[in-house]
């Protein structure tokens, strides 16, 4: 080799995941997915069912199965490809719970009690009472305090470089750097600190204006017809201050204008410059989004009905053992870091 060639160097290795709760609506596939087909062309990715996570807010396993899989039928039709990217299920590497139980020992609860998803649960459960959350306090189990810290180890038994999240899970990455630093400094440097990857899709909301989520039944599947998705877009939420079609709109305060940014990119500037000079009505704005919204997903429904359930678990199977393969040479490190090697 000539002096001044160099080495390919390694590809950063990605992770991320999505607890199993079934079917994918436009929010997971727009938000999520398609930042995952993008990053599998020049990264080393690794996603997985988040099976165990899926228990710290509800322990039925009843469907978990049956979930998983329709879950991960969604990812192979939309692009995640077997071939580039390691597609696994947690709860079939059992390094992760390993890791996780030794990170809870370097993990005091009243951080964990910081977390936002922590407190903002409690605030569900209270329904904003104060004084009722914490008589509530009790009733959050163990498992659902500590899954940023199972989180932690998710990440970090692979050495992750890159993990793509929304802004809501950028505290759980700096409590797993946190963890990272707290391991490196008590017993020598084994972990990668990880960094954040933003998602560069705006927030999808509901059909409600809420956040889009099928417990609050207003969601848009990548599989509804063209009259389905007409019918829900025209029920979203939009500028609430604009009472007419000639009245000025700010398309910063229409969840309508976010699908135009990711539907028509191209046109969405013109379209928002008219909705700001009142040329065009939000009834009209709306049904300029149906044929590209059913358009995109037309390969995603012509696929989706030959992946069979067998298809998945041989994917899952086969992910998982390079995914532990990984993960076991880590922990392998980890003991030998931490002197528990010794027989």
């Given at each position: 080799?000539?002096?001044?060639?160099?080495?390919?160097?390694?590809?950063?290795?990605?992770?991320?995941?999505?607890?199993?709760?079934?079917?994918?609506?436009?929010?997971?596939?727009?938000?999520?997915?398609?930042n995952?087909?993008?990053?599998q062309?020049?990264?080393?990715?690794?996603?997985?069912v988040?099976?165990?996570?899926?228990?710290?807010?509800?322990?039925?396993t009843?469907?978990?199965?049956?979930?998983?899989?329709?879950?991960v039928?969604d990812?192979?039709?939309?692009?995640?490809?077997?071939?580039?990217?390691?597609?696994f299920?947690?709860?079939?590497?059992?390094?992760?719970?390993?890791?996780?139980?030794?990170?809870?020992?370097?993990?005091?609860?009243?951080?964990?009690?910081?977390?936002?998803?922590?407190?903002?649960?409690?605030?569900?459960l209270?329904?904003?009472?104060?004084?009722?959350?914490?008589?509530?306090r009790g009733?959050?189990s163990?498992?659902?305090?500590?899954?940023?810290?199972?989180?932690?180890?998710?990440?970090?038994?692979?050495?992750?470089?890159?993990?793509?999240?929304?802004?809501?899970?950028?505290?759980?990455?700096?409590?797993?750097?946190?963890?990272?630093?707290?391991?490196?400094?008590?017993?020598?440097?084994?972990?990668?600190?990880?960094?954040?990857?933003?998602?560069?899709?705006?927030?999808?909301?509901?059909?409600?204006?809420?956040?889009?989520s099928?417990?609050?039944g207003n969601?848009i599947?990548p599989?509804?017809?063209?009259e389905d998705?007409?019918?829900?877009?025209?029920?979203?939420?939009?500028?609430?201050?604009?009472?007419?079609?000639?009245?000025p709109?700010?398309?910063?305060?229409?969840?309508?204008?976010?699908?135009?940014?990711?539907?028509?990119?191209?046109?969405?500037?013109?379209i928002?410059?008219k909705?700001?000079?009142?040329?065009?009505?939000?009834f009209d704005?709306?049904?300029?989004?149906?044929?590209?919204?059913?358009?995109?997903?037309?390969?995603?429904?012509?696929?989706?009905?030959?992946?069979?359930?067998?298809?998945?678990?041989?994917?899952l199977?086969e992910?998982?053992?390079?995914?532990?393969?990984?993960?076991?040479?880590?922990l392998q490190?980890?003991?030998?870091?931490?002197?528990?090697?010794?027989?």
């Open positions: 080799m000539k002096m001044d060639e160099k080495m390919d160097e390694p590809k950063k290795r990605v992770l991320s995941g999505m607890r199993p709760t079934g079917r994918l609506h436009i929010g997971h596939i727009e938000s999520v997915l398609r995952w087909i993008n990053l062309k020049d990264h080393d990715c690794f996603y997985f988040a099976d165990w996570h899926a228990l710290t807010t509800d322990p039925s009843k469907d978990i199965e049956y979930n998983s899989i329709e879950m039928k990812w192979l039709a939309f692009g995640v490809d077997p071939k580039q990217s390691t597609v299920l947690q709860s079939q590497v059992p390094e992760h719970t390993e890791l996780s139980l030794i990170f809870s020992m370097l993990t005091n609860i009243g951080r964990l009690e910081r977390v936002p998803s922590f407190k903002a649960q409690l605030s569900y209270a329904n904003g009472n104060e004084a009722k959350a914490d008589e509530l009733t959050i163990q498992g659902f305090l500590g899954y940023p810290v199972l989180q932690a180890a998710d990440i970090l038994i692979y050495k992750t470089d890159v993990v793509p999240v929304g802004e809501d899970q950028v505290p759980h990455i700096e409590l797993t750097r946190e963890i990272a630093r707290s391991f490196n400094t008590q017993y020598g440097g084994v972990f990668v600190l990880p960094e954040v990857k933003l998602s560069y899709i705006p927030k999808i909301l509901g059909t409600d204006g809420q956040k889009m099928k417990s609050y969601t599947s599989e509804d017809s063209r998705i007409a019918g829900k877009v025209r029920k979203m939420v939009t500028d609430t201050n604009r009472k007419s079609k000639t009245d709109g700010d398309p910063n305060a229409c969840s309508v204008y976010d699908l135009h940014l990711i539907y028509q990119e191209d046109e969405s500037i013109e928002g410059r909705c700001r000079n009142g040329e065009v009505g939000c704005c709306k049904s300029m989004l149906t044929g590209p919204m059913t358009d995109i997903y037309a390969a995603f429904r012509e696929r989706r009905p030959h992946i069979l359930d067998e298809d998945v678990k041989r994917v199977r992910g998982s053992e390079r995914a532990r393969e990984v993960a076991s040479a880590t490190e980890v003991r030998h870091m931490m002197m528990l090697d010794y027989l």
